[in-house]
């Protein structure tokens, strides 16, 4: 073999490599792209006019119409609704922490008769799943207790789904040496007050990161509140009173006021997941590695 | 080692999260179990009638025609959504500038709500002024505005956006799976001449085997399962096209705005919650079964 063909062996192969590179890339960025379309729509046609969202025009808005949001916010009550999202939601957070983190504590530090039991049953709760039946005798509870006139009988019943905070915390506690908390027993602090002066400092991480996923679940949730709201407006969330939204009063469908209450519920998390997303995929990633 | 203190203690931590758990996650699933053999409508009698409901069950074709429709749904969602995930964690599998970029947009759609992103979805998709058609019609690719949401495409459309919320979540699950594969099995395959096709072949795929069957199981409970974005964007129709089992079940026991008032069959609606989980459950045992292969690592 020459010089020259082994040069154009070499260069061909350079040349292979690179369209392969290209192709790759090409794939990588529509795939980004198609993800990214359906938020950059909602993000611009919050902005738009109503008829220009109806006619089409470009990406960017021709005159960015702010007054959407006000328009949303006070005529379309979604001041109401992110009220109620936000405070179900963080409720909800603060609940599902705190039963979880309670649980996880006495399961991972301590022996007790039918703890197999208990785990059995938290973990069959993840997997069983009926479907919209078990949300009628939870109903018919939240009536009992009168919990159906406030959002507190949807936040009870998301705070008992709490089986996957309870699982990522008890990871959280084996990273906790046991030598810490029987030092401070040692030292005379009770079981209680080791646990939120030793334990819940050292848990902040988990805590941090299960919170997320609570929250995020919480504020997402689209079923259960809708069934809770649907004699109780006042009550509703984001994600139901933009859903309603479809079928609006008025003849023709008010699409930028959508937008922009779409906007409203996509908005916030977008900013956390921009601050915090490396903490959304490290739970996820860890839920499979066991 | 018994002492009250210790069990005071454990019951203290332990109460909350057992009550809520007996009388949220348990009872709701006795009392199914005890109505699916009742005549129930809500109020009033509740009638003991055996195994009507079964009986009637096994003759509603409304229902296995929506069990079929789970199947397709289901089939179609997890066909886009594992290849596409696998090869994205594949290439994101490697460090390059962008990387994490990257990542970061592709599991973006996980964050978002369903409920949310599928009333964007339906205006996006809507056949008459939908940006899908707009865009389409712009470049010249399609002559008339293809009705996404109509009879013929509903289905295609509910998969596809079902498609979008679920890939990044599986390409991170593949990307987790795909680090614990140790760099030295692809190094001395490249040494011994092995090209990127071989390697993915022989070294990936088998490396991969048990955490894939365990990525896919959750895939498929997940896409049997999931019905609250077809609510929002079809209500199950136009003329049952999309209409899944738990969306059945659904309308069964609650009013949706586009249907007709309910007349609500507790009885029933049991009956059905418990054989849609059933059928759940048989499936994820025949796969699990049928792939216990992928067990093993070769």
């Not at chain 2, 896919?216 to 997940?222: E, K, S, T, V, Y």
């Amino acid at each position: 073999m020459n010089v020259q063909s082994l040069s154009i062996e070499k260069s061909s192969a350079r040349l292979a490599r690179t369209v392969s590179r290209a192709v790759i890339w090409l794939f990588l960025l529509a795939t980004a792209l198609l993800t990214l379309f359906p938020v950059l729509m909602t993000l611009s046609g919050s902005l738009k006019s109503n008829s220009e969202l109806m006619t089409g025009g470009g990406l960017l808005p021709k005159v960015w119409q702010f007054a959407n949001y006000s328009q949303a916010w006070e005529q379309t009550n979604f001041a109401r609704f992110t009220w109620n999202s936000l405070f179900l939601s963080i409720s909800v957070t603060i609940g599902t922490l705190l039963v979880a983190a309670m649980a996880a504590y006495v399961v991972d530090r301590r022996q007790f008769p039918g703890k197999a039991l208990y785990v059995g049953v938290q973990a069959s709760t993840m997997f069983i799943s009926v479907g919209a039946i078990v949300l009628r005798p939870q109903f018919d509870l939240m009536v009992k207790l009168h919990l159906n006139t406030s959002l507190w009988g949807v936040i009870l019943i998301l705070v008992s789904a709490h089986a996957t905070t309870f699982f990522i915390l008890i990871g959280f506690f084996k990273a906790i040496p046991r030598d810490l908390d029987e030092a401070a027993m040692i030292d005379g602090s009770g079981f209680i007050r080791t646990f939120y002066k030793i334990i819940l400092p050292l848990l902040a991480p988990g805590l941090g990161i299960s919170g997320l996923f609570a929250f995020r679940h919480a504020w997402n949730e689209y079923i259960l509140p809708l069934v809770f709201t649907m004699t109780n407006p006042q009550l509703q969330t984001l994600t139901v009173g933009l859903a309603n939204l479809r079928y609006g009063t008025s003849a023709a469908m008010q699409t930028h006021l959508m937008m922009a209450g779409a906007c409203l519920s996509i908005l916030p998390m977008l900013l956390v997941y921009m601050v915090a997303n490396k903490s959304f995929m490290q739970v996820t990633a860890g839920s499979i590695k066991g | 080692m018994f002492s009250w203190r210790r069990l005071q203690e454990n019951s203290l931590f332990l109460f909350p999260s057992v009550i809520l758990t007996l009388v949220l996650g348990i009872y709701p699933l006795l009392w199914m179990l005890r109505f699916m053999f009742y005549d129930y409508p809500g109020y009033g009698d509740e009638l003991f009638v055996g195994l009507d409901n079964f009986e009637r069950l096994a003759r509603d074709s409304e229902f296995w025609k929506s069990v079929q429709n789970t199947f397709v749904f289901a089939a179609g969602k997890l066909l886009i959504t594992i290849p596409l995930s696998l090869l994205l964690a594949v290439l994101l599998n490697k460090s390059f500038r962008g990387r994490n970029l990257l990542r970061a947009v592709y599991f973006m759609p996980t964050i978002i709500s369903t409920a949310v992103i599928s009333v964007v979805f339906y205006i996006i998709f809507n056949s008459y002024n939908g940006m899908v058609n707009q865009l389409l019609m712009k470049y010249h690719l399609i002559d008339q505005p293809v009705p996404w949401l109509g009879p013929k495409y509903a289905m295609l459309t509910v998969i596809l956006v079902a498609a979008w919320g679920a890939v990044g979540n599986y390409m991170l699950l593949f990307l987790a799976g795909l680090q614990s594969i140790p760099q030295d099995l692809y190094e001395s395959a490249s040494i011994d001449g092995a090209n990127a096709v071989q390697r993915f072949r022989y070294i990936t795929i088998p490396m991969l085997g048990p955490i894939m069957q365990i990525i896919i199981m959750l895939a498929i409970i997940a896409s049997l399962k999931g019905y609250e974005s077809i609510m929002v964007m079809t209500d199950g129709g136009p003329i049952g096209k999309t209409e899944v089992m738990y969306l059945y079940l659904y309308k069964l026991l609650f009013p949706v705005p586009t249907g007709p008032p309910v007349e609500q069959q507790l009885g029933y609606g049991s009956a059905v919650g418990f054989a849609t989980a059933i059928i759940v459950g048989l499936i994820t045992a025949i796969y699990y079964f049928m792939t216990k292969k992928m067990n093993k690592v070769f």
